[in-house]
């Protein structure tokens, strides 16, 4: 039985392959990567394996009966590398496709919601059986700002009032890890999200109290911070994705409160302040 971990040496698929090889034998598991050179730290069999080359795939997943599907970090082309994964899976005879989708895919205000929920929707229309990891924001999305912020005295952004319910990359590797590592989760759609939430001016306080500098959250409309962001360099259409995104966390659509992360991998999700400690 061999499990397929896509996006491997990526920031998730590395995480997942860690937590995998405390729960199953190494040479069950396969990366499933761009370059397999830079997979040999894995210490696990790698193979060649470009979302954007449908050709290949399928010799790729010859021998592979359970799959990761880690989503494209492309946004904008997803639907359609996702598609041809799916196509090569169903040919190389997957019998089960694991897929890391958005919390609340199929209803979010998020811009990157509907790449994922096109994904789902193609899950379901190959008759592969499938569960969907639904993960919610990843704790670095934010603490990975902390420089620029302490840097510039304040954190900005378009979240208001918006709890954020998130956990580091990590804890979702985990629940992947556990999924493919366990019977029973087959036909599953998981919400995932942090135990617990907090708004962007909680999160500047965490970090004004683990630095000693007073670090206040400056709250702008989406337009206006998606011009600061092009004007400190990010360009122009991500600019306006991320601001975007905390519009949406305005609108609550990184707020989870049923804990099905922690009972997933059987403790709590990691804090909020271990995650900014961490990244100070």
Same mark, same amino acid.
Request: charged fraction near 25%.
């Given at each position: 039985?061999?499990?397929?971990?896509?996006?491997?040496?990526?920031?998730?698929? *590395?995480?997942?392959?860690?937590?995998?090889?405390?729960?199953?034998?190494?040479?069950?598991?396969?990366?499933?990567?761009?370059?397999?050179?830079?997979?040999?730290?894995?210490?696990?069999?790698?193979?060649?394996?470009?979302?954007?080359?449908?050709?290949?795939?399928?010799?790729?997943?010859?021998?592979?009966?359970? @799959?990761?599907?880690?989503?494209?970090?492309?946004?904008?082309?997803? #639907?359609?590398?996702?598609?041809?994964?799916?196509?090569?899976?169903?040919?190389?005879?997957?019998?089960?496709?694991?897929?890391?989708?958005?919390?609340?895919?199929? *209803?979010?205000?998020?811009?990157?919601?509907?790449?994922?929920?096109?994904?789902?929707?193609?899950?379901?229309?190959?008759?592969?059986?499938?569960?969907?990891? #639904?993960?919610?924001? =990843?704790?670095?999305? =934010?603490?990975?700002?902390?420089?620029?912020?302490?840097?510039?005295?304040?954190?900005?952004?378009?979240?208001?009032?918006?709890?954020?319910?998130?956990?580091? *990359?990590?804890?979702?590797?985990?629940?992947?890890?556990?999924?493919? %590592?366990?019977?029973?989760?087959?036909?599953?759609?998981?919400? @995932?999200?942090?135990?617990?939430?907090?708004?962007?001016?909680?999160?500047?306080?965490?970090?004004?109290?683990?630095?000693?500098?007073?670090?206040? =959250?400056?709250?702008?409309?989406?337009?206006? =911070?998606?011009?600061? @962001?092009?004007?400190?360099?990010?360009?122009?259409?991500?600019?306006?994705?991320?601001?975007?995104?905390?519009?949406?966390? %305005?609108?609550?659509?990184?707020?989870?409160?049923? #804990?099905? @992360?922690?009972?997933?991998?059987?403790?709590?999700?990691?804090?909020?302040?271990?995650?900014?400690?961490?990244?100070?």
């Amino acid at each position: 039985m061999k499990t397929g971990i896509t996006g491997a040496t990526g920031q998730l698929g *590395r995480l997942v392959v860690e937590k995998l090889k405390g729960k199953v034998n190494n040479d069950t598991l396969v990366a499933l990567v761009r370059s397999p050179e830079k997979a040999s730290s894995l210490g696990i069999e790698a193979r060649a394996f470009d979302y954007t080359r449908p050709d290949t795939l399928a010799e790729a997943l010859k021998g592979i009966d359970h @799959l990761l599907l880690i989503s494209s970090n492309e946004v904008g082309q997803r #639907r359609a590398q996702h598609e041809n994964v799916i196509n090569a899976a169903r040919e190389a005879g997957v019998k089960w496709i694991v897929y890391t989708s958005l919390l609340y895919a199929d *209803r979010s205000s998020l811009s990157l919601a509907k790449e994922h929920a096109d994904t789902e929707q193609l899950l379901k229309e190959s008759g592969i059986p499938h569960t969907i990891l #639904r993960n919610g924001w =990843y704790t670095e999305n =934010y603490t990975g700002s902390i420089d620029g912020a302490l840097q510039a005295g304040a954190f900005i952004g378009s979240a208001g009032e918006g709890k954020i319910s998130s956990a580091p *990359r990590e804890d979702y590797a985990e629940a992947a890890a556990v999924v493919l %590592s366990e019977e029973g989760h087959v036909g599953k759609v998981y919400e @995932l999200a942090g135990d617990t939430s907090y708004t962007l001016k909680e999160l500047a306080a965490e970090v004004s109290k683990q630095t000693g500098k007073e670090i206040p =959250y400056n709250n702008l409309p989406e337009g206006e =911070y998606a011009k600061v @962001l092009a004007s400190a360099g990010v360009p122009e259409e991500f600019a306006h994705a991320i601001a975007q995104w905390d519009a949406g966390a %305005s609108n609550n659509d990184l707020f989870n409160d049923e #804990r099905v @992360l922690s009972k997933l991998i059987g403790r709590p999700t990691t804090p909020l302040s271990d995650t900014v400690k961490r990244a100070i």
